[in-house]
């Protein structure tokens, strides 16, 4: 099991700025992942938190917008660059230990970009 | 690639009633099969999970069977309370590792 604490929890940003979202995980965990969660819509991974490493983005989204950092086993930060109204979303952190097992996810950080 | 497909939302019903979703996936390899729940103001959590054919995932009344033959996960409950009131997501694990890939979610109403 593993509790997954994410902040802010919520957050309204001025177009052009960008929005650092922190994921604190209580036990050491191997993959770390961000999702966007966009309103009436299904998850949609963006990339995967690679411990030591880059992350591996999914089509579509790109480091210079959404650079990510994992320092170790229990923590990752995704920012949000340069936002525009399309980024307003929820961004979900979510923290698995072995394959094709369940991932444990953090509450969300609800975004809002004007 | 992989996809999973749900059936729209919302799911209005009265209370006691009988609940089906809808999903049915795509996948190349053998994946694991999972439902998670959100519930108002609340992260996802897992539901039930399967992982392997004809494997039935249960949990709080929920059960969900992995079909191979129609490639489908339809979750059932034979009596739902206005507590079950959520988003339910139907999701796979691809064979090969981590990534796990999520239908739209149908949203379910339960009035009392």
């Known amino acids: 099991s593993a509790v997954i604490s994410q902040k802010p929890s919520r957050d309204i940003c001025q177009r052009g700025t960008s929005l650092t979202i922190q994921c604190q995980v209580d036990?050491?965990?191997?993959?770390m992942f961000w999702y966007r969660q966009q309103p009436g819509q299904s998850l949609t991974l963006i990339a995967t938190a690679n411990q030591g490493s880059e992350a591996t983005y999914e089509s579509g989204f790109v480091i210079d917008k959404f650079p990510i950092s994992r320092p170790n086993l229990t923590f990752s930060t995704l920012t949000v660059s340069n936002m525009s109204p399309e980024d307003s979303s929820i961004y979900l952190c979510?923290?698995?230990?072995?394959?094709?097992?369940?991932?444990?996810f953090g509450s969300g950080t609800q975004l809002s970009v004007l | 690639g992989d996809s999973v497909t749900q059936m729209e939302g919302p799911v209005t019903l009265s209370e006691e009633a009988f609940l089906t979703i809808n999903c049915t996936y795509t996948?190349?390899?053998?994946?694991?099969l999972f439902w998670y729940v959100q519930y108002p103001g609340e992260g996802l959590q897992l539901l039930l999970k399967a992982t392997k054919a004809d494997d039935k995932g249960s949990n709080k009344g929920f059960e969900a069977t992995y079909r191979k033959e129609t490639t489908s996960f339809h979750l059932e409950k034979g009596s739902v309370q206005v507590s079950d009131s959520a988003v339910y997501f139907c999701a796979l694990s691809d064979g090969g590792g981590f990534k796990t890939i999520f239908g739209a979610g149908t949203r379910l109403f339960v009035k009392a």
């Open positions: 036990s050491q965990v191997t993959m």
């Open positions: 979510s923290a698995g230990g072995r394959p094709n097992e369940k991932l444990f």
């Open positions: 996948a190349t390899g053998y994946p694991s």
